[in-house]
């Protein structure tokens, strides 16, 4: 997750390498693009404040750049920030966007652009809701909305290296971000959720494919490969931390996941305790508990607790697992 530290480092140091450039002349930006989007794109003006719907728009989906249909944002980071421009508080990429002082109109503000393109995108600030403070104000002459499939799903279940470890393997699954939630405390660290006083308990950030994985199966996955009868702990882990948890991003999440947890019963000698709530924040963890089994596969905790768990989840779901397996640090 980015933070605004991030973004000046990046204006001061330079800009992350995209993953393609697009570059063209002025003459060919203009008999592509519209006059108002070649305007704000390749002239960098603004459009008037709160002339675009797109703004009370909030339905699922992603945002491209409209000039070369780089994919910039997703909906689920938009929210109203009553300033009569779309906003978001994360770009879908850290790649996917370039940034660069701007002092014009006596001010200072940090432009953003299209990593790929260099089209002029808006500013962003430091304001921006928790947790990670920033405001992406778009122009949204610049963006162009396009259909998406993806979805994402919040789980918890014991020590967040095995359930990372486990999702990166299914197919339909493009991302796994650990971290922590269902606490109080904004901001967490590593140290503080150990405690057992933050109230978060570890768990992931499953971004996935609706069309190739269902939700039902991710939760029945998840209550497979954990032990959802025993409360605030797993194996020879203990605390709140490490509580059988689900997160719902909605209502329809919260009812799926309620409804496998009914259909699992009765595998289980004992009660499921597993806790269903809403997702308020979601908190990423620091960059090295991020594809931490991938990193590092030799270390002692890996290969006696995470390496034979991964073994009997892929038999068991053989069918639901990538045609490539996840590439591993040597």
């Known amino acids: 997750m980015l933070k605004w530290a991030d973004i000046i480092r990046f204006a001061n140091e330079g800009n992350p390498t995209p993953e393609r450039r697009v570059e063209k002349t002025d003459q060919e930006w203009q ?10 794109t390749r002239e960098k003006a603004t459009e008037r404040a709160f002339s675009s719907q797109m703004c009370s728009l909030f339905e699922p989906g992603l945002y491209a750049c409209v000039c070369c249909d780089t994919l910039l944002f997703d909906a689920g980071e938009k929210f109203e920030s009553g300033s009569g421009w779309p906003s978001f508080t994360q770009p879908v990429k850290e790649n996917s966007i370039a940034y660069t002082l701007d002092n014009a109109h006596g001010m200072q503000r940090m432009e953003t652009l299209c990593n790929t393109c260099g089209a002029h995108l808006g500013h962003v600030f430091p304001d921006g809701p928790a947790p990670s403070g920033l405001r992406y104000c778009m122009n949204a002459v610049a963006l162009m909305k396009t259909a998406s499939c993806q979805s994402k799903a919040t789980f918890g279940g014991g020590c967040f290296w095995c359930t990372e470890a486990i999702f990166q393997q299914l197919a339909g699954v493009s991302r796994v971000e650990s971290g922590y939630s269902g606490g109080e405390i904004a901001n967490p660290t590593y140290q503080a959720v150990c405690t057992g006083q933050t109230g978060h308990a570890e768990v992931v950030q499953i971004t996935f494919d609706q069309t190739v994985i269902s939700y039902a199966d991710l939760v029945r996955i998840h209550l497979s490969t954990h032990n959802p009868t025993t409360h605030n702990q797993q194996g020879a882990d203990r605390g709140t931390q490490y509580r059988s948890i689900i997160l719902a991003y909605d ?12 259909e699992m019963a009765s595998a289980y000698d004992d009660p499921i305790v597993t806790e269903v709530q809403p997702l308020e924040t979601f908190y990423t963890a620091e960059d090295n508990h991020q594809d931490y089994y991938v990193s590092n596969p030799r270390k002692p905790y ?6 034979p768990k991964l073994q009997k989840f892929r038999e068991l779901f053989r069918e639901k697992l990538k045609d490539q397996p ?4 040597p």
């Open 251 to 262: 209502a329809e999440q919260d009812a799926v996941a309620r409804q496998v947890i009914e």
């Open 326 to 329: 996840v590439t591993m640090t």
């Open 302 to 307: 890996c290969n006696a607790v995470i390496s």
């Open 31 to 40: 008999a592509e693009l519209t006059p108002e989007q070649y305007r704000i």
